[in-house]
């Protein structure tokens, strides 16, 4: 049966309303997915429309033809306002809709992601805000959907069950490589690694039935997004191989 869903976050940032701005706008690669956004023509992702474009105030898109099966009304809202004479930032979003289906699954599964996603912003912002990035993402294996699944992925990275958010790790990736990193943000739904020029991003989407997902923001010079799919891809097939 079709529901109104809301979800509603608000938080403050070491970053200024226009470096928020142009995160939310230009720099969506480095924290979510590139996306493009036209102010004059007023059209956003996925064919959404600009309902509010205020640089650097208000950005409001709209969609009401979302392409999931189970939602048929998407609308993101942005509202930017300045802290400390303009040194930092407060913003306020909602993330508001209609899902048709499996409402409580949906919703939780939004209302999680939203967290993660509102923090990799601020990780981008405070850490990597206006360099170029390299993005890819990627899935794991039907196997990576099973109950216990995300659990198996802190265990190949060489993270403790007791490795909190904070940490400073010497994670192993593709190849067996170690490389050092901060756990910047972990729970049972989600795990962030932050390098000194990457953030990544590991989806423990089998709470919701899908699989587990990957993205990486490689930030290095001469980042190639292609071999950063390839390498985490066969790493993350190989965890559910040897699982």
Avoid at 10 to 30: C, I, K, M, N, Q
Avoid at 76 to 102: K, M
């Amino acid at each position: 049966m079709s529901k109104e869903f809301e979800i509603v976050r608000e938080f403050e940032v070491d970053a200024t309303p226009e470096e928020v701005w142009e995160g939310l706008t230009h720099g969506t690669g480095g924290w979510l997915w590139p996306m493009e956004f036209d102010g004059e023509s007023g059209t956003g992702p996925f064919g959404s429309t600009l309902t509010n474009w205020d640089p650097p105030h208000r950005l409001t898109s709209r969609s009401e033809d979302v392409g999931f099966p189970t939602q048929s009304l998407n609308q993101l809202d942005n509202t930017i306002e300045p802290r400390d004479g303009g040194r930092r930032a407060w913003v306020r979003y909602v993330h508001s809709g209609i899902f048709t289906d499996d409402w409580d699954n949906q919703y939780d599964g939004a209302s999680k992601h939203t967290d993660f996603y509102l923090h990799t912003l601020r990780e981008y912002l405070t850490h990597f805000a206006g360099r170029l990035v390299a993005f890819a993402t990627l899935n794991g294996p039907g196997a990576s959907t099973a109950a216990d699944a995300f659990a198996a992925v802190g265990r190949a990275l060489g993270l403790a069950e007791d490795t909190a958010q904070g940490a400073r790790v010497a994670a192993r990736g593709p190849a067996g490589r170690e490389f050092d990193a901060v756990v910047d943000y972990r729970n049972p739904y989600f795990l962030g690694l932050r390098t000194d020029d990457a953030l990544i991003r590991f989806f423990g989407r089998n709470h919701w039935g899908a699989p587990v997902g990957i993205s990486v923001h490689d930030f290095a010079p001469g980042a190639d997004a292609k071999a950063d799919e390839t390498s985490w891809q066969n790493w993350l097939d190989g965890v559910f191989d040897r699982s």
